[in-house]
Every structure is written in structure tokens, then in C-alpha cells.
């Protein structure tokens, strides 16, 4: 089998690190990958942009791609998975309409309303005054979120009103995130503890996969800027059976129902942002595709083939299709660039050993390769995740493997898994 691998992250690099150990894949192609999905065995890169769409399609035709796994967003939200369906091409992604659970937190939130999901109270404001007169009576904290994609960065939590407007006035006038700061939806803001729930959904057939948390913010103690993932582990003990079965019942299932009867059955990976308080959960977010760094733990603990849990979903199989799980926990830290998630260099040599302890595994993240060195070439640049017995060893064996990487700059969470070992 031929599989083609759409983006450049960490995530990628774990899902094509997952389908090359599969001994009826052939080749993995990754489009248009990193430095390290070109390290792996029966993996090469391929040097097309997720947003090329015909020269993707024209790379399917001429290398015969049996399976196409869409990692990012953006492109799912572009309408990647509709244009290589149409051509013939098994394609493992949700369509431009399903994908705007993501692509719009306007479409989210009214979704959630209209399916009685259970969410944070909202408005969605078009302009900056409208916002502001909102503000005047709104109480804090609030949370101020850009409506469209922000690659996980257009999340602002507010403490006052001077805050909030500052949130409003960065979005709507400078232009923070761009275009999607068109509109912003601003929420109240809810407590708890946040945890990841992620299931495949093909039609009205859901699987759900192990059970990660993830950590947000860029510091210790949950503390400083919202990123796009500083780190996770699985399983996540805060989501115990009863609640395992509540977030089926009151989340995942009316959402499956509800695109159904939008006209636009799910097909993909199906993310649910939570937040957990006194047994009760409400959706923070969700997201059309894997999360990063969730990909790197679940994919670690994954011993079934994700290529023929992919091809089941794409032929309607999913309700027969079983998922085996190793019992050992996992724990990814990632490593990043000083500055991170505001401006950051790019461009600075990295220095690998080899990891000595089994069960351990670097993925690749922002990286490029020049003339046989690796460079960083992002934010996130690598994530250092390992298996272990327990929720505690993971930790450990993750930890202690970071020493075998160093960049300029290089810095990382110190508690990441803390959570866990709390409510295990």
C-alpha cells in the first residue's frame, strides 16, 4: 500500500511513523513533512504545500495512494478531503462543511445550541463596538476568541474589562490573527480541569480512542499565553468510566446526529476540547483532526494498524472494526523555541544523541533539514514522548530523555503528566 501523510507537525510525523510499521504499507509520503519524518524507515518526504490541492491530487494519480491521512485543519477546512474524494482518491478527513466545527467558533457555539450540547454561555460580536458594549456588562474573567483558525493561539483569557478590550481592539484593528479575527466570540469563562476526547467517526459509527489531556498554556502551573500544546499523556484518569460514558452520550453522539441531519455525516478524526468540574463537562472547543500533542502519546500506545482503521471508517466497517491498546501510559513533552508562542527565531542548529531507553521516541515537530544539519523551523519543535508502567515512569523516562536534545533558546514545561499522578 502507497499512504500520503498531508502536513509538516509532530502530529504528522507520529500517524506516518504509525502507518510505516504496518508490514502492508509500502511507502509512507508525507507532504510536505519535516526532518524527521525523513529519518523514518519507508517514509520520504514529499515537496508539496497542504494547500496545493491539484499537485496533491496529481501526486494520488501518479503514485497510486491508497489512503490519504489529513493531519492540519486548515486544509480540511479548505476543502481538502471534498476535492480528493470527488476524484476517486480514500480520503480519511471530514468535509469543508463538517470541518467548520473548528474552522468557526460562530458555527461551533450555535452548533452546541442547536444539538443541546453542553458548552460555555457566548455572543458572537462583528465588530469592535459591539464588543466593547458587550464587555461594559459582561462579568470576568471572560474569554476572547477569534472566530476563525488562529493555529491554536486566538484564545485571549481576560481578567478585567481593560484586558478584554485590549483582547477586542489587538483582534479587530491590528489584525492580530487576520482574517480570523473577522468576528470574535467572546464566553464566559468556566473552571476545571481541561482533558482531550478523541474518537473516529465514519457516518453514524464512533469509535473512541484513548483518553489524553493536554496542557495549553505555555507555563508551569497552567500559567502565561495559550499555545497550541505544551505537552500531553494517556490515558487521562480524570475521564473514569461514568464519565467516559457521559461525554458519549451528551457530546459525541448528538454532534455525530447533528452533522447527519446538517447533511454532512462526519468522517475523521473527532476532537472534543473538555472541561471537567464536580463530574459535570462542558465543550471548550472542538477540532476536525487529531490534536498535537495528543497524536504523539495515543499513537505510542496504539497496537492495531491505523491504516485499517482509517480504511474502515472511509468503508463504512467502522462498527466491526476493534482498536487494541498497549496498558502502558504515555507522556510527550514538548520542546520549544524561546518566545514561543508570540515571536520566535527560526534557523538555530540542533544537537541529537541517541535515546538509549526503549519505548522512547522524539517526534519531530518545527524542524528542517540543511545540508545534513537539523534546524528548528517552528515554535513547537519537537515532542520527546515515552511509554512507561505507569503514569509516573512515562514521566520520568520522557524527562530524562530531553537531555539527549539542545538548541539555542530550547525550553519546556516541567509538569507536564502532574495532573495525572493527582487524580490517578
Not at 502536513?7 to 511507502?27: F, M, P, T, Y
Not at 480520503?91 to 453542553?118: D, M, R, V
Amino acid at each position: 500500500m502507497q499512504i500520503l501523510i498531508i502536513g509538516s507537525g509532530g502530529r504528522e510525523h507520529a500517524l506516518a511513523w504509525k502507518c510505516a510499521q504496518d508490514i502492508n504499507v509500502k511507502n509512507v509520503y508525507v507532504a510536505p513533512g519535516n526532518a524527521g519524518t525523513a529519518l523514518e524507515c519507508k517514509v520520504k518526504n514529499v515537496p508539496i504545500e497542504p494547500s496545493n490541492q491539484q499537485l496533491l491530487l496529481d501526486f494520488c494519480n501518479t503514485r497510486g495512494i491508497d489512503l490519504v491521512i489529513i493531519g492540519p485543519e486548515a486544509p480540511l477546512v479548505e476543502g481538502l478531503a471534498d476535492f480528493l474524494g470527488a476524484q476517486g482518491v480514500p480520503t480519511f478527513g471530514p468535509s469543508q462543511h463538517a470541518a467548520q466545527l473548528e474552522g468557526s467558533k460562530t458555527f461551533a457555539k450555535e452548533f452546541f445550541a442547536k444539538y443541546h450540547i453542553p458548552t460555555a454561555a457566548f455572543v458572537t460580536c462583528h465588530n469592535l463596538e459591539s464588543a466593547k458594549q458587550y464587555l461594559t456588562t459582561a462579568k470576568m474573567p471572560i474569554v476572547v476568541k477569534a472566530d476563525g483558525l488562529a493555529a491554536g493561539k486566538g484564545v485571549i483569557i481576560c481578567n478585567n474589562y481593560e484586558e478584554a478590550e485590549a483582547a477586542c481592539v489587538d483582534i479587530f484593528e491590528a489584525r492580530a490573527f487576520g482574517d480570523a479575527g473577522n468576528k470574535v466570540v467572546i464566553e464566559e469563562f468556566l473552571t476545571g480541569e481541561e482533558a482531550s476526547f478523541i474518537a473516529v467517526v465514519s457516518g453514524n459509527s464512533i469509535i473512541p480512542l484513548a483518553t489524553s489531556q493536554d496542557h495549553k498554556a505555555v507555563g508551569d502551573n497552567d500559567e502565561g499565553l495559550n499555545t497550541g500544546g505544551m505537552g500531553a499523556y494517556s490515558p487521562a484518569p480524570i475521564i473514569t468510566d461514568s464519565l467516559h460514558q457521559k461525554v458519549m452520550e451528551q457530546v459525541m453522539l448528538p454532534t455525530m446526529t447533528g452533522l447527519i441531519n446538517e447533511g454532512a455525516p462526519y468522517l475523521g478524526f473527532l476532537y472534543a476540547g473538555l472541561m471537567i468540574e464536580n463530574g459535570q463537562i462542558k465543550v471548550l472547543e472542538f477540532n476536525c483532526r487529531f490534536g498535537d500533542p495528543e497524536t504523539q502519546p495515543i499513537m505510542m500506545r496504539l497496537q492495531s494498524s491505523l491504516v485499517e482503521l482509517c480504511l474502515a471508517a472511509i468503508n463504512n466497517k467502522l462498527d466491526s472494526h476493534h482498536i487494541s491498546w498497549s496498558p502502558q501510559h504515555a507522556c510527550g513533552v514538548v520542546l520549544a523555541a524561546k518566545g514561543y508562542p508570540q515571536d520566535y527565531q527560526k534557523g538555530h542548529p540542533v544537537k541529537i544523541a541517541d535515546i538509549q531507553n526503549h519505548g522512547t521516541k522524539l517526534f519531530h515537530a518545527g524542524t528542517t533539514e540543511e545540508k545534513g544539519i537539523i534546524k528548528t523551523n517552528g515554535g513547537r519543535v519537537f515532542c520527546m514522548t515515552a511509554l512507561g508502567e505507569n503514569l509516573a515512569t512515562a514521566r520520568k523516562n520522557a524527562y530524562n530523555a530531553i537531555s539527549t536534545v539542545d538548541f539555542d533558546g530550547m525550553f519546556y514545561r516541567s509538569d507536564i503528566g502532574a495532573k495525572g499522578l493527582k487524580n490517578d
